[in-house]
């Protein structure tokens, strides 16, 4: 069963920086597209930064200062963990951030959310001014 964990959320002053963790089990590591997302309170889920096939898509409020990394710790077990290493932050950047996973996603939709079926419970990262 596919099982992802995350880690990391924290609350920090603007232009700090966090590294959030999404640890991750039974995925196949050949076929592994993988996302994070956010909800801000009385926002949607949004997309922040995906990856997929080696390519790496970034939502734009996020680029230059987020970088989405993958590492894997098993190959055989599906194992392994994504990261999120946000820089310059902004109190814009709060929310819950939340990772997802499929085996496959197509490229236009590496940011949506209904193209992951699996997700993980969230972290908190509150930034303030």
């Known amino acids: 069963q596919v099982r992802l964990a995350e880690s990391g959320g924290a609350s920090v002053q603007a232009r700090g920086s966090l590294k959030l963790s999404c640890a991750f089990s039974?995925?196949?590591?050949?076929?592994?597209?993988m996302a994070w997302f956010r909800q801000a309170p009385g926002k949607e889920r949004e997309g922040v930064a995906g990856f997929g096939k080696g390519e790496i898509t970034y939502a734009d409020a996020v680029k230059g200062r987020f970088a989405i990394s993958v590492e894997a710790s098993d190959v055989d077990a599906g194992n392994g963990t994504l990261y999120l290493e946000m820089n310059n932050l902004e109190p814009e950047d709060s929310g819950i951030y939340y990772c997802?996973?499929?085996?496959?996603?197509?490229?236009?939709?590496?940011?949506?959310?209904?193209?992951?079926?699996?997700w993980g419970q969230g972290t908190q990262v509150i930034v303030s001014s």
């Open positions: 997802a996973a499929d085996s496959w996603v197509g490229a236009s939709a590496r940011l949506k959310v209904h193209a992951y079926p699996w």
């Open positions: 039974q995925l196949s590591l050949k076929r592994l597209y």
